[in-house]
């Protein structure tokens, strides 16, 4: 029984000290396609009470339990410091029932390794799914709110994202590596407001919570602040481990001055993938920018440990690690 979902967040709680306010309201994060949730809490731990979190997935607790196996951990950790957690939920669809946020956060998209031959085709899913990731979450936004988008090596430019960005009506105001807590935050006038609160302070991570050292010491490529508080970059397949060379945090804000969307007929105004006549608009964001998984009858196994995986690569991957 270790997949809990967890209670709604209390809408205002009593402030730290450290914050400078006697009572504040929360600051919203949510976050999206989180793999085993690992970010998610090392979110939570690292801001404690200064934020209200809504962790959200895709797959369920169940499906996610098989495929991490500190998933059950994590899940009821995150239940027990207060953070909502949501199943079912698509990043390029996200409902507007979930309310408005100060920031809401993609690290490292992911759809699975089984087109990873074809780089161009490879390239063009994690496109469509960037693109609608970054209109669906503008539309969630406070006034002033970030969208955060943490993508490694040549992934911005590969997938096209500054010209998502001038497509959408979005400015990228910051483009930082995620070694510290400064990469979280945007500038005071993000959004055009000139709004200078001060973020919350990262507490001090305790004895026990850091992720293993390779997560830590740049040796998967990056060294994610949240690795102190318990943060594993992996693959959505398992517990494989995943190499995130040059790791950079973008951050987006909607413009100030916005610009007339561009008029390119038989194109998704979102992505600008060419639409065939008569296909549903949805359609291609369904087909494109959904995870690649291998049906669970055809599973790769490994007979040493009788574990499965759903992609070869994910096997392979394994197997190294032994």
Request: glycine content about 8%; charged content about 20%; hydrophobic content about 40%.
């Amino acid at each position: 029984q270790g997949c809990l979902l967890a209670a709604a967040a209390a809408a205002a709680v009593r402030c730290p000290p450290r914050t400078g306010s006697a009572l504040c309201k929360r600051m919203r994060i949510l976050t999206v396609g989180d793999g085993d949730l690992s970010y998610s809490l090392a979110l939570q731990r690292a801001f404690g009470a200064d934020v209200s979190l809504v962790a959200t997935t895709l797959p369920a607790a169940d499906e996610l339990c098989a495929t991490y196996r500190n998933t059950g951990k994590i899940l009821a950790e995150l239940a027990e410091r207060g953070a909502t957690i949501l199943h079912g939920i698509d990043a390029t669809r996200l409902p507007l029932t979930l309310g408005r946020f100060a920031h809401v956060v993609f690290c490292h998209p992911h759809l699975g390794l089984s087109d990873l031959i074809d780089e161009a085709a490879h390239a063009q899913r994690h496109s469509v799914l960037v693109a609608h990731f970054l209109d669906s979450a503008a539309a969630l936004l406070e006034a002033s709110g970030t969208i955060h988008l943490t993508l490694c090596g040549s992934q911005p430019r590969t997938w096209a994202v500054d010209e998502h960005a001038a497509r959408l009506g979005l400015d990228i105001v910051q483009r930082a590596p995620p070694a510290t807590p400064s990469c979280f935050w945007p500038p005071p006038s993000c959004g055009g407001s000139g709004e200078t609160t001060p973020p919350p302070t990262a507490l001090a991570p305790e004895p026990g919570w850091a992720a293993p050292r390779k997560f830590r010491s740049g040796s998967l490529g990056s060294r994610h602040w949240l690795g102190r508080f318990g943060y594993e970059h992996r693959r959505c397949e398992g517990d494989a481990d995943m190499h995130v060379e040059n790791s950079v945090e973008l951050l987006f804000c909607v413009a100030a001055a916005q610009r007339p969307p561009a008029e390119e007929r038989g194109r998704c105004p979102v992505c600008g993938w060419a639409v065939a006549a008569g296909e549903a608009e949805e359609e291609h964001v369904r087909s494109l920018a959904s995870p690649v998984l291998t049906p669970a009858e055809r599973a790769w196994s490994d007979p040493a440990s009788g574990r499965s995986f759903r992609t070869e690569f994910a096997l392979e991957s394994y197997r190294k690690q032994q």
